[in-house]
């Protein structure tokens, strides 16, 4: 019977990109649609001056998928990350703790708020088989309405979603392991018995400090 889990954001903590912009650059040019990727960034940095929450952000990122075959982006998720396995692409540190764990029967979780197509390749190659993730809205015939439900998994929506985890599996948070690398991680790292920092030169470790957590 499963005891714990080890729970991992996956953007800069697992990987040194941000999966879902680089995603949506190589989508973009395997599309020939260089225009749209443009507006999107530039809509994108605006909106981030603006002050723009990063919930709503998430949701504008999204709906850029409106009408898109939900086959069609795991197809492309595959390819995509065909081209990342390059010597670079994961943080080391963190990848060997994950394997520590998975080595002490310790089930590895992705939580993040990038989406399936994109972080199954992933958690494929680590060995992961749960992933909690963005909530995309995808209709009967198999095509995104560019809408995502709830909880977003991205601030405390992590925590949300990796206490409704850890109900379902009947294991507690308090048993739990969890990595992240920014301050936005918080919730999810103050919800589990051992939370652990990426990063030794950030904020979220400069927190991680004050309240004596292990940075790697």
Wanted: proline fraction near 4%; aromatic fraction near 12%; charge should be negative.
């Amino acid at each position: 019977m499963q005891k714990s889990a080890a729970f991992f954001d996956v953007d800069e903590t697992l990987i040194t990109i941000k999966s879902m912009f680089d995603f949506y650059d190589f989508w973009c040019r395997e599309n020939n649609d260089h225009e749209k990727l443009d507006r999107y960034m530039t809509h994108f940095r605006a909106e981030v001056n603006k002050g723009t929450s990063r919930e709503q952000l998430n949701e504008e990122y999204y709906r850029q998928f409106a009408g898109i075959r939900y086959k069609k982006l795991e197809e492309a998720g595959e390819k995509w990350f065909s081209t990342k396995l390059y010597s670079s692409f994961f943080i080391d540190s963190a990848v060997a703790f994950l394997k520590k764990h998975q080595a002490d029967n310790t089930p590895a979780v992705f939580v993040s708020g990038s989406m399936r197509p994109v972080l199954a390749p992933i958690a494929k190659y680590l060995g992961v088989k749960d992933i909690l993730c963005a909530p995309l809205e995808i209709t009967d015939e198999g095509i995104l309405t560019g809408e995502i439900g709830i909880p977003q998994t991205i601030g405390s929506g992590k925590m949300e979603a990796l206490i409704q985890f850890c109900s379902q599996m009947r294991i507690s948070p308090n048993d739990c392991y969890a990595y992240g690398d920014d301050l936005s991680d918080i919730p999810m790292l103050e919800s589990v018995g051992y939370p652990v920092c990426v990063g030794k030169s950030t904020a979220l470790a400069r927190h991680a400090k004050e309240k004596c957590w292990p940075v790697i």
